[in-house]
């Protein structure tokens, strides 16, 4: 991701949280930063970069980042990086709970807070392979152009979201597209509002309405967010 006011750059990765394992017992989140749009990197003068461990969840069983993660630069230059955890159990690899899902965010700024939470107990994973109950998350920061202010930094957040009250005839969630944000740079999140809203339980093979795989822009324009999701109908 790219800063929108200058040529900072960064990489946002998982790695394991155990060094001895691998990303089947859970990740952490990291980045590397390029002050020079990765010229700095090219060249050689920082490299390798510096990396920085923003969960730092160790080795024990308990919430670790999973699958997907985004980030954004705001308007003050401060980077901000959103993943997805769930708890996973690290005595067996790749033994995690898909439906007790929660959403945090990080910047320097703020630390760690929590965006999101979706926890229903649930034997199968309705959301489908490699997703938990919260999924493809996507952050933005609005330009201050369109606050009120310009001394607070405007966040939003979309994700899937699944619920064992809508699942398809075949076993699978359908998704809504879930929107919150934040108006104090992260540090607390506001209210969880359904953008596409349709419920279609039980629903046969083209018949349901299951919004997924949503894409955010990183920056807001003309004050709106810009979203694009895939409906899935089967």
């Known amino acids: 991701v790219v800063s929108p006011v200058s040529e900072r750059l960064a ?5 394991p949280a155990d060094p001895a394992g691998s990303c089947d017992y859970g990740s952490d989140v990291c980045f590397i930063e390029s002050m020079h749009l990765g010229d700095d990197w090219i060249n050689g003068s920082i490299w390798p ?6 969960t730092h969840y160790g080795t024990g069983s308990g919430d670790k980042a999973f699958n997907d993660l985004s980030a954004c630069y705001d308007y003050q230059d401060s980077l901000h990086i959103i993943w997805v955890a ?3 159990d690290s005595t067996q690899q790749g033994t ?3 439906s007790d899902a929660r959403l945090y965010h990080w910047s320097k700024e703020t630390g760690i807070s929590l965006v999101a939470q979706q926890s229903q107990p649930y034997l199968t994973n309705i959301a489908g392979a490699y997703c938990a109950f919260i999924a493809k998350p996507s952050i933005s920061a609005d330009n201050p152009l369109y606050h009120p202010t310009g001394d607070t930094v405007y966040l939003s957040c979309i994700y899937t979201r699944f619920d064992t009250a809508d699942i398809a005839a ?9 929107v919150c944000g934040s108006n104090d740079g992260g ?6 509002y359904n953008l596409t809203n349709t419920q279609t339980p039980n629903c046969v093979a083209g018949n349901c309405l299951s919004e997924h795989w949503s894409s955010m822009a990183q920056n807001t324009y003309g004050g709106d967010l810009h979203i694009q999701y895939i409906c899935d109908k089967d």
């Not at 970069?49 to 923003?54: S, V």
């Open 170 to 178: 075949n076993g699978f969630g359908n998704g809504d597209i879930m």
């Open 49 to 54: 970069a510096p990396e920085y461990n923003t």
């Open 187 to 192: 540090a607390s999140w506001g209210g969880k």
């Open 86 to 88: 769930t708890s996973f």
């Open 11 to 15: 990489l946002v990765f998982l790695k």
């Open 96 to 98: 995690y709970t898909p």
